[in-house]
């Protein structure tokens, strides 16, 4: 089968679906789920008790929120020019490859396929696995049937029952979407208005029934961290900075776990050849998904407020919605939770595969990866790029680290867990070059045809350049060693690259 380059497909988009062709099977609702579905999975349940723990008061908490929804509005508005300009498969990929040139595209799209999108993958899996064990107990991060075998000190890899659910949930949505787009369709839009309208359950639950004297909207001080008892080097180790710069240096760590729940948004680029009429779907599936979203997040983190302890709030390892359903409905609260959750996961697991699969495909076109993962199959998918994507995530739930404490006890956690943490900053450096490829692309190609254009330009790509800079270098600073080996997870692209582009990929 030939391989057409992405610029070749893009040339055919209105011809009506050929063999070797995405087809144009997308609309606006659900261009809409697509970016809802891949944004609403377990961060929204789980991130805000490590937030509230950095910062130590509900307004703080509150401001990290509405500031990562402020990235992520500015964000859509920048890269809705982008994605009308080139709706192309791979959109951010081709975004920073036209901008910029094919060694930074394949960077991107390099890491997207090694941790970022793959690893994100895989920790949704677990979370819903992880929940699943909360309905059948069988299913537990300790109920081995392959128990740890050590690689060396710091990591071991196994397969429990946990493991083995996240992993054949992997694989089943892998399968579902090589089965055609309407079925990934269906699947996407079925579940994306469930777990919105469960996590408006959430909200309601929270600000109605939950609502209480003794949360900490009436028991602790809004704004003033260190009348809560909060001590900034104790939130931080290590930390030199003191007063109202340490404060400020926190509620950027802080603002980590709520980019991570609303990241993703720019996922429905990724399918940017498969939606109808794009010049005008993806802009407004973009700007209406990331507001919905947006605002149900805060309202969500209001309902916690309003609803738990501050104390409560800042437990570490629990899930903080389910806190707040078991304080509102009792016990009955945990069971529902842990349905909203799965529900939840499910589906932002279908939209991250379904949308993920299309960046590698789109690299092999360009002759940038393996070159089978250029094949299309009968029902016009990338079914290659979604096999290679679905083995790959699901081997990134198999590693475990370890830890082992003063009796010699080991304690096993997730790898790709810790290899996000490393690329976070890394990808928003990545999500910075993207909206910076507005101001060059304007320059480069003016007379491009742009069926949308950035509202308020250049002061709203200014704004989230100067925002996502400020918070890169943050999270730069307060954790140098992660930092820095996520950048040098990128930069391994770099020598696989050079491989490619002397021709080994176009014999793979």
Not at 202 to 226: E, H, K, M, P, Q
Not at 485 to 491: I, K, P, S, Y
Request: proline content about 5%; glycine content about 10%; overall charge positive.
């Amino acid at each position: 089968m030939s391989i057409e380059t992405t610029d070749d497909a893009a040339a055919h988009r209105e011809a009506g679906p050929r063999p070797g062709q995405l087809q144009r099977g997308l609309g606006l609702l659900d261009a809409t789920m697509i970016v809802v579905g891949s944004m609403i999975g377990s961060g929204i349940f789980i991130t805000s008790a490590e937030s509230t723990r950095l910062v130590g008061a509900p307004g703080w908490l509150l401001a990290a929120w509405a500031l990562a929804g402020l990235l992520t509005i500015t964000g859509a508005l920048c890269c809705a020019e982008l994605a009308a300009m080139m709706p192309r498969a791979g959109g951010q990929y081709v975004f920073l490859r036209e901008a910029y040139g094919p060694a930074l595209g394949f960077l991107f799209g390099w890491s997207l396929f090694l941790v970022i999108q793959t690893g994100t993958i895989a920790a949704v899996a677990v979370a819903f696995a992880r929940f699943t064990g909360v309905l059948w107990p069988w299913v537990a991060a300790d109920n081995y049937l392959v128990a740890p075998v050590r690689l060396s000190a710091d990591y071991a890899v196994s397969l429990s029952t946990e493991q083995l659910t996240a992993v054949s949930l992997i694989l089943l949505l892998t399968y579902t979407n090589t089965r055609g787009l309407r079925l990934g369709r269906l699947i996407q839009n079925a579940f994306t208005f469930t777990k919105t309208a469960a996590l408006a359950g959430l909200i309601l639950v929270g600000l109605l029934v939950g609502w209480n004297a003794g949360s900490a909207a009436y028991t602790s001080a809004w704004w003033d961290s260190w009348a809560n008892g909060w001590n900034p080097q104790a939130a931080q180790p290590g930390l030199a900075a003191t007063g109202g710069l340490a404060l400020a240096m926190l509620l950027g760590r802080a603002m980590t776990g709520p980019l991570f729940a609303q990241s993703a948004w720019n996922n429905v680029t990724f399918t940017g050849s498969e939606i109808r009429d794009p010049g005008r779907n993806l802009p407004r599936s973009l700007l209406v998904g990331c507001a919905v979203v947006v605002g149900l997040y805060l309202l969500a983190n209001l309902a916690y407020v309003v609803t738990l302890p501050l104390e409560v709030m800042q437990q570490p390892g629990k899930s903080i919605a389910t806190a707040t359903m078991q304080a509102a409905l009792g016990p009955a609260g945990t069971v529902l939770m842990a349905a909203f959750i799965m529900v939840s996961t499910f589906g932002c697991n279908n939209g991250l595969i379904l949308a993920g699969a299309r960046v590698n495909y789109a690299m092999a076109c360009d002759r940038l990866f393996f070159g089978r993962v250029a094949r299309l199959n009968s029902r016009h998918v990338p079914a290659v790029a979604l096999a290679v994507q679905g083995v790959w995530a699901s081997l990134l739930t198999l590693p475990r680290t370890v830890t082992t404490d003063a009796a010699g006890r080991a304690t096993y956690g997730n790898v790709y867990n810790q290899l996000l943490e490393y690329i976070i900053p890394a990808d928003l450096v990545f999500y910075v070059l993207m909206v910076g490829a507005v101001v060059v692309l304007r320059h480069k190609r003016p007379a491009a045809p742009r069926p949308y254009r950035t509202p308020g330009y250049p002061l709203v790509p200014a704004v989230y350049v100067l925002l996502a800079t400020l918070l890169t270098l943050d999270l730069v600073y307060l954790a140098r060693l992660t930092s820095g080996l996520g950048f040098l997870l990128v930069l391994t692209g770099l020598p696989v690259y050079y491989l490619w582009r002397r021709g080994a990929g176009k014999r793979i």
